[in-house]
């Protein structure tokens, strides 16, 4: 099922590899990342971009391009100075607790997502816990605070965009500082300053439109005089997102249209009035992240194990890619209501899987309420069946 948590990962993965040769400073150098794979390994849908196997630190570029370079940014890797230590100490226990945990909703998951300080070995850093509405959890602290009055620790963004079409921006920000601006092409949005119980700094976070380009943000103190400013250094942008698809397009139910992308690995794209909206990302036998089995077999996820159906949601819309021997899908909420999608094999020859696409009207958040999703074959026969409580 759709894995946000791995895309918004991938995302500050990105970010950071950008950012790494211009801006030392703010750069995280040592992150630890934990990914509750409670719901995902086995439904791994992608709705963003899948990372590897392995959680890499912030520190270090993404390598899911060439060996010359970052696949999103274009980066060298050879101009990388700041190398991380392995294995990176994970700080995000209880023990290593600074002062309360700050916990404000993630406007573009609509779910909790936590702050607070930990001590480290190199000092007080941030650490955050975020939820997905699939389900899943990560937490990771950034890299250890230095003398500067204010920091950028990281956002919500992801690829495609949230559905809710707002992101959070959030860091540190010293005693002296009362208020934080974000400045963007459409003009200034206040945020907020949080100053937990017990923490050696306050934190700050700003919310805006996911369309919204922020180029900078500004900090004063409290006569409303300027302390600092940071201008933001934009993150890569994802191969997907600058591609030109392989062969047509497909024209699905409810005006979605998928395409089939090479960056280099064989992705779908979905799209609805040309926006991206999900993404099933390695289509190739045997792929880092997700897989497919082959002709008549099972999808196969990040573990090499067997799946039924890699299922995203965008608002009303339901759509995904199951197994070749599925002829119709159907989703069931808990009040018994049901929506039916048919399958239809893909264009483009990979084989493996048939795809599938549908609206409903029934829900604005299929995790949060729960629901079933069942696999049928050409003769009406049940296949399969996921059941999904509500998160």
């Known amino acids: 099922m759709t894995d946000e948590l791995e895309s918004f990962l991938r995302t500050e ?6 950012r790494a040769p211009k801006a030392p400073p703010r750069l995280p ?3 630890i990342s934990r990914s509750n794979r409670r719901r995902t390994r086995r439904n791994a849908l992608v709705a963003g971009v899948c990372v590897t196997a392995i959680a890499l630190p912030i520190g270090l570029i993404s390598t899911r391009g060439t060996a010359g370079g970052d696949a999103a940014t274009g980066a060298d890797v050879s101009k990388i100075t700041s190398t991380p230590r392995f294995p990176v100490k ?3 226990g209880d023990e290593f607790r600074i002062g309360d945990v700050l916990l404000v909703d993630n406007p573009s998951q609509r779910r909790p997502i936590s702050l607070w300080y930990a001590r480290t070995d190199d000092g007080a850093a941030l650490c955050k816990r975020v939820k997905s509405r699939t389900g899943s959890g990560s937490a990771e602290c950034g890299r250890p ?3 500067e009055e204010a920091t950028e620790q990281g956002s919500t963004e992801t690829f495609p965009s949230p559905a809710t079409g707002l992101l959070m921006y959030f860091g540190t920000a010293r005693d002296g500082i009362a208020r934080v ?3 963007t092409g459409g003009g200034e949005v206040t945020g907020t300053i949080h100053r937990p119980k017990g923490a050696p700094q306050g934190i700050w976070t700003v919310t805006v439109p996911s369309d919204t380009r922020v180029t900078a943000y500004e900090f004063a103190g409290r006569d409303g005089e300027t302390i600092t400013r940071i201008d933001r250094q934009q993150g890569g942008v994802p191969p997907e997102a600058r591609a030109e698809p392989v062969g047509a397009t497909v024209e699905m139910p409810g005006k979605l249209v998928v395409g089939l992308y090479e960056t280099p690995d064989k992705t779908l794209v979905w799209k609805l009035n040309g926006q991206a909206v999900g993404r099933v990302h390695s289509l190739t036998p045997g792929g880092a992240a997700i897989g497919r089995g082959g002709s008549d077999k099972p999808l196969i996820d990040m573990d090499g194990r067997p799946m039924n159906v890699q299922l995203g949601d965008h608002k009303e819309h339901w ?4 197994s070749t021997k599925t002829a119709r ?3 069931v909420f808990p009040d018994g209501t049901t929506v039916k999608a048919r399958t239809r094999p893909d264009p483009w020859k990979v084989g493996g899987f048939r795809l599938f696409a549908g609206t409903q009207r029934h829900t604005d ?3 949060r309420d729960g629901f079933r999703i069942i696999g049928y074959s050409r003769d009406g026969a049940e296949l399969w069946q996921e059941d999904h409580g509500k998160s």
């Not at 759509?319 to 199951?322: H, R």
Request: charged residues 20%.
């Open 13 to 18: 993965f990105g970010h950071a590899a950008e």
């Open 29 to 31: 150098s040592e992150v």
């Open 90 to 92: 994970d700080y995000t």
């Open 145 to 147: 605070l230095r003398a």
């Open 181 to 183: 601006t974000a400045l």
């Open 319 to 322: 759509f995904g890619i199951t």
């Open 329 to 331: 899908v159907e989703l």
């Open 365 to 367: 958040d299929l995790y």
